[in-house]
T-cell receptor, first 110, second 114 residues
């Protein structure tokens, strides 16, 4: 699987949009971009995934650049409960495991 | 509610003892997985199962064993051969192993050595 690069930490003000970047410059055409988050001592929570088009669900939006070498997860109105470690993962279409890196620790501040 | 249930939440193992971690899902998913997470690190795949009565080794299967006798259940045994078992163990499931199917995780079991 392609490797990903994320900033180790970010802060965001409550109520503002949180934009979390991810670089995956070696991604190939059959690899999906996934985002998960993990709150301390809990299992990872699935947020969203996409192949090449932008995606939106009730939790977040995923913006993938046209060359697919980077993506951004957007939490439109961050709350204190969104404080967590966010993982960006790329995964081939037939791959069975999720290779989590170190992620980005997002802290939402009042 | 549909989901993945892991038990117990905390488990302690004595030296030389085997312990079994439970994972049950009611999502009707075919595929199930076991991961290990060490402090400050990402997840590493131990075993996975695409379907009942079938399972495959992941990256760090040594010292672990699994069974998949029922679709809903995928227990993990940490054997005495696993010399460094202290970790956070996570079970996940998905509709299939297809990369377009997200994996959904349980809340984990934290294993410690007495």
């Amino acid at each position: 699987d392609a490797k990903t690069t994320q900033p180790p930490s970010m802060d965001c003000a409550e109520g503002r949009a949180a934009n979390l970047p991810c670089n995956h410059s070696t991604i190939s055409g059959n690899e999906y971009v996934y985002w998960y988050r993990q709150i301390h001592s809990q299992g990872p929570q699935y947020i969203i995934h996409g192949l090449k088009n932008n995606e939106t669900n009730e939790m977040a939006s995923l913006i993938i650049t046209e060359d697919r070498k980077s993506s951004t997860l957007i939490l439109p109105h961050a709350t204190l409960r969104d404080t967590a470690v966010y993982y960006c993962i790329v995964r081939v279409a037939w791959n069975n495991d999720m290779r989590f890196g170190a992620g980005t620790r997002l802290t939402v501040k009042p | 509610d549909g989901g993945i249930t892991q038990s117990p939440k905390y488990l302690f193992r004595k030296e030389g003892q085997n312990v079994t971690l439970s994972c049950e899902q009611n999502l009707n998913h075919d595929a199930m997985y076991w991961y290990r997470q060490d402090p400050g690190q990402g997840l590493r795949l131990i075993y996975y199962s695409q379907i009942v009565n079938d399972f495959q080794k992941g990256d760090i299967a040594e010292g672990y064993s699994v069974s998949r006798e029922k679709k809903e259940s995928f227990p993990l045994t940490v054997t005495s051969a696993q010399k460094n078992p202290t970790a956070f163990y996570l079970c996940a499931s998905s509709k299939s192993i297809n990369g377009n199917q997200p994996q959904h995780f349980g809340d984990g079991t934290r294993l410690s050595i007495l």
